[in-house]
């Protein structure tokens, strides 16, 4: 299939009325009659769809989405450890709530101009037309979708703004929920079931969107609302169309959600293809043994990149790869490559997170249960060099005290006993580094020529191990976003796709639906779709014992809940750009403190639900109205 053609200056026609930058420019030598042609409108249309990547695939997605949950915290990296800490770093004039604000704004714009000028172009077939309205819709719901959840009230522009303008105000919560919906109610019937490109919107998207969209409305209005009607809605109550309801909400979302379940998308066999990619040799079962997987059955939208030169900008690849890697490239017989990535350490797994899969079916650790860790993480390392000896003598004594103290003098790796310069030099190929994901002992990593990393159990794990555990430096890599075909192993403009629609999550969304409608066996229902497909180990011979044992009384509770529901989110979802906003939706905030040591106020952090349930508006945006504050006010705590 044709990739959808990623243009790399978009649409920019003038200040958008809700814009920060009222002093924004024409790209180029483009002008506004060009966007009246047929092959202007398209232009158009491939320009929406490339402003995506203004946000998606950098730094401020990953961190307004995963940063600061129950499921992840900071590595020893990176200027935003605010993000996760909730400290004062975290305010209105913090570039990550900045970049989305503008960025889905000026997508906004783009699709305000396709929907108001599409009707006049001639010469263009009529149904290429109608789907191209139906596409920016589609894009339009999506920002509005993630404006208002991040933010709350918004402005709500829907017609092209081409003069810079300092007048703007929030609209509230409800009327922004019944646009979206209104938007992707008309999408729908225009939009095809497939696209000859990739990465354009599809009949099903939409309907996963709107699915998504009337779940996480049937929970409004929250408490936060109904004490500040005059901010947050259009009323006294929370306005939806005639004859909707909460419990509306749920069932129609449930609809939804089934009818893209119901085809033509396919839960793939084995759960670690998902995200397959070549990757070289990553160690036993560490990945996957398919080719490059980005447009699999499973795949129902994502946002489009490419490495190919032309078709982006110098630092508008996809950077995501950096975020959750664990340092590696320090340790005798590992070097930086691109396999095994650029690590920035911003962040890892939070103890509540690691503990989330129930890997193994018994405690011998001897076979694969729950296979989903293991297409999320990287426990094993190769040796991608070699060198004359095992001791890593530059090391700090920190890093290794504890049972190299005394026998390594500067301290080094924790493996070879009395003498760790008697190791075996490693050669290429070799395990370097093993993360077992259970305590195996100071005799076996002794015994062992490389490098153990045993789970820390309990917080506060140590900033620096002495003991081998995992640290703020070494923990589980998430691998999801990997990436290795840069032009070189520094690059960060990676080319992997933001798979930001697939069925699984669409079973999570019914099972929360159903459950939201009361229907308990419906909700278990389609959470053992999920888990049975997660005991597959690729016709290993105890698959089909695991897939009955994987949702036995053991494995499962007897009743379903919304935690257990956020807990399979996580182990199905996890670092896939959803938590934060999981928790927005569902209200169970509580997680963070309970479950993320660095974020909670018990421990040093910051986390206050009362100001957090909601992000900063940028306070350029505040600054550049007229009236301020007065006119456009900002979230309550901030």
């Known amino acids: 299939m044709k990739n959808l053609q990623l243009m790399s200056w978009g649409l920019a026609l003038a200040a958008l009325t809700a814009c920060v930058n009222l002093d924004e420019q024409l790209v180029g030598t483009v002008t506004t009659t060009y966007f009246t042609t047929p092959a202007g409108l398209e232009a158009a249309v491939d320009g929406d769809y490339a402003q995506l990547r203004d946000f998606f695939g950098r730094e401020e997605s990953f961190a307004v989405t995963e940063f600061g949950t129950d499921l992840t915290t900071n590595g020893d990296q990176g200027g935003y450890q605010f993000e996760n800490t909730y400290a004062a770093g975290l305010n209105a004039s913090a570039p990550h709530y900045q970049f989305p604000w503008q960025s889905f704004y000026r997508g906004i714009n783009t699709s305000n101009t396709v929907i108001e000028r599409a009707p006049a172009v001639t010469g263009m077939d009529s149904g290429v037309k109608a789907s191209r309205i139906a596409e920016v819709k589609f894009l339009r719901a999506l920002s509005y979708f993630w404006l208002v959840q991040m933010y709350g009230p918004a402005p709500l522009p829907l017609t092209e703004s081409q003069g810079a303008s300092n007048v703007a105000h929030r609209s509230p919560v409800d009327s922004i929920y019944l646009q979206i919906a209104k938007d992707l109610r008309e999408a729908i019937p225009d939009l095809p079931v497939t696209q000859s490109q990739v990465g354009r919107a599809t009949r099903g998207a939409a309907r996963h969107l709107l699915a998504k969209v009337l779940l996480t409305r049937a929970y409004h209005p929250f408490a936060y609302e109904t004490a500040n009607t005059d901010l947050y809605l259009s009323g006294p109550a929370f306005l939806r169309e005639p004859g909707a309801t909460s419990a509306t909400d749920f069932t129609a979302a449930r609809a939804e959600a089934d009818s893209v379940i119901a085809g033509p998308y396919t839960l793939l066999p084995n759960y670690v293809d998902i995200f397959c990619a070549p990757m070289g040799a990553r160690g036993p079962g560490s990945y996957c043994n398919v080719p490059a997987n980005e447009t699999n059955a499973e795949v129902i939208w994502s946002v489009q990149f490419t490495t190919t030169a032309g078709l982006f900008n110098t630092g508008g690849g996809n950077a995501l790869f950096v975020q959750m890697l664990s340092f590696y490239d320090d340790r ?73 103290v005394g026998t390594c003098g500067s301290g080094g790796l924790p493996t070879f006993g009395t003498n760790c310069t008697n190791g075996a030099a490693f050669v290429v190929g070799d395990t370097a580094i093993f993360q077992p994901g259970h305590l195996v002992g100071q005799a076996v990593r002794q015994a062992a020529k490389y490098a153990i990393y045993e789970p820390c159990n309990a917080e506060p794990c140590p900033n620096q191990t002495t003991v081998g555990q995992y640290d703020i430096f070494r923990y589980p890599t998430m691998k999801k976003w990997q990436d290795e075909a840069r032009p070189d192993f520094n690059n960060l403009d990676g080319g992997r796709d933001v798979l930001l629609m697939r069925l699984g999550e669409t079973y999570l969304l019914a099972a929360e639906a159903a459950l939201g409608a009361g229907d308990q066996a419906g909700a278990r229902a389609y959470i053992v779709t999920l888990r049975a497909r997660a005991a597959n180990c690729g016709g290993c011979a105890a698959e089909a014992a695991n897939r009955v044992l994987i949702v036995d009384a053991a494995h499962m509770p007897a009743t379903i809940d919304l935690e257990y529901i956020l807990d399979e989110r996580g182990r199905e979802l996890y670092g896939e750009l959803t938590r934060w906003l999981d928790l927005a939706r569902t209200g169970l905030w509580h997680r963070i403190v309970d479950d993320n040591w660095q974020a909670s106020q018990l421990h040093g952090g910051f986390f206050n639900e009362a100001k957090h349930h909601l992000r900063p508006i940028p306070q350029n945006q505040i600054d550049l109205t007229a009236g301020g504050t007065r006119t456009f006010p900002q979230n309550p705590g901030y």
Do not use: E, I
């Open 332 to 404: 005798q017989g590992m070097a930086r490559d691109c396999n095994n990535g650029r690590g920035f350490r911003r962040a890892r797994p939070t103890l509540y997170a690691r503990n989330l899969w129930q890997r193994w079916t018994d405690s011998t650790y001897a076979t694969v249960l729950d296979t989903r860790y293991d297409g999320t993480f990287q426990s094993v390392w190769l040796a991608n060099w070699s060198n004359s000896g095992a001791c890593f003598q530059s090391q700090g004594a920190s890093r290794g005290a504890g049972y190299t």
